[in-house]
């Protein structure tokens, strides 16, 4: 290997991430920009809402951007001399439904400088417990993100909204993210097929692979926006896919057992920065029919 060579395999682009910023904990921003930061890769880091932590604690102070300020911001953006350095966007919990209209406007803006850029919508809308953000807002995220989104990682019951399906198995949730839209779907907290066990689904391409793992209870908020960041961060690294799921759903089940056992009510990210670059956990790889195998004689 050439000295230019090792110099283009050692530099990586850089991805956006646009999501909530918490002063305290490992949620939104905070989760995502540490997993890439610590996989390699320089992060531009946009708040869409700043809390002083997340509000599942306690009741928290919001502070969303102005309209104005927050279009004037991805202005600037839009017209960054360095957007050709950027290889990805990866856009989570937005503070409000006007926020929407500027991360796709930045995504096209990315795109142009770098045709071959990834965008990455986590649809942060709800829960088990139903929507958490305002209907305009859910109604936004669909209509103007996950529709031009190359990849989607909603949680299973944000793909049953978006979807408007009911999911009651992983056959039920391969069908309704088949038809979503972006060429990949990643569906954390999917019905595994191991009893006593949680899964994380990638369909694409036809295809269906399904990374469970034991499921432990009372997990802290942020799973979802370390999943999404370290899935794309394998992604740019060129794993194939099986691989890149296994390799990030090791890393957050690794992460989330170590939490638990220190009894932190915070994913604690920074103990734990070597399961991100080399996960050990065991997890069980398997596949799950998708459609198109289901038509194959």
């Known amino acids: 290997m050439t000295t230019d060579q090792q110099k283009n395999r050692d530099i990586r682009p850089a991805v956006i991430v646009i999501s909530s910023h918490v002063v305290r904990g490992s949620v939104g921003n905070r989760a995502a920009v540490f997993a890439l930061e610590t996989l390699g ?119 049953a909204w978006l979807s408007g399906a009911k999911l009651p198995d992983p056959s039920s949730v391969v069908a309704a993210a088949e038809t979503l839209g972006p060429s990949r779907v990643l569906v954390t907290s999917a019905p595994a097929m191991m009893a006593g066990s949680t899964g994380n689904l990638l369909v694409s391409g ?48 690794e992460i989330l057992a170590r939490t638990a056992r220190r009894g932190a009510d915070e994913l604690t990210l920074e103990t734990d920065a070597q399961s991100l670059r080399t996960p050990m956990a065991m997890i069980n790889m398997r596949r799950v029919v998708t459609a198109a195998g289901r038509k194959r004689p």
């Not at 309209?67 to 937005?94: P, Q």
């Not at 770098?114 to 209509?143: R, S």
């Not at 942020?222 to 890149?244: H, I, N, V």
């Open 41 to 159: 890769f320089p992060v531009w880091a946009l708040p869409t809402v700043v809390l002083p932590w997340h509000p599942g604690h306690s009741r928290a102070t919001r502070i969303v951007p102005g309209k104005d300020e927050f279009t004037a911001l991805i202005d600037d953006l839009c017209g960054a001399s360095w957007l050709g350095e950027v290889g990805a966007v990866l856009s989570g919990y937005l503070g409000n439904a006007d926020q929407a209209e500027d991360v796709a406007r930045l995504v096209g803006a990315v795109r142009a400088a770098n045709p071959d850029a990834l965008y990455m919508c986590d649809p942060v809308i709800g829960d088990a417990g139903g929507l958490y953000v305002p209907q305009d807002l859910a109604e936004a995220m669909l209509d103007r993100l996950v529709a031009i989104a190359d990849i989607a990682t909603p949680n299973v019951y944000e793909l």
């Open 206 to 253: 036809g295809q269906a692979r399904m990374a469970e793992h034991r499921l432990i209870p009372d997990a802290p908020n942020g799973l979802g926006d370390l999943m999404s960041a370290t899935l794309l961060a394998r992604l740019l690294e060129g794993q194939p896919e099986e691989k890149a799921l296994q390799l990030a759903s090791g890393t957050v089940f």
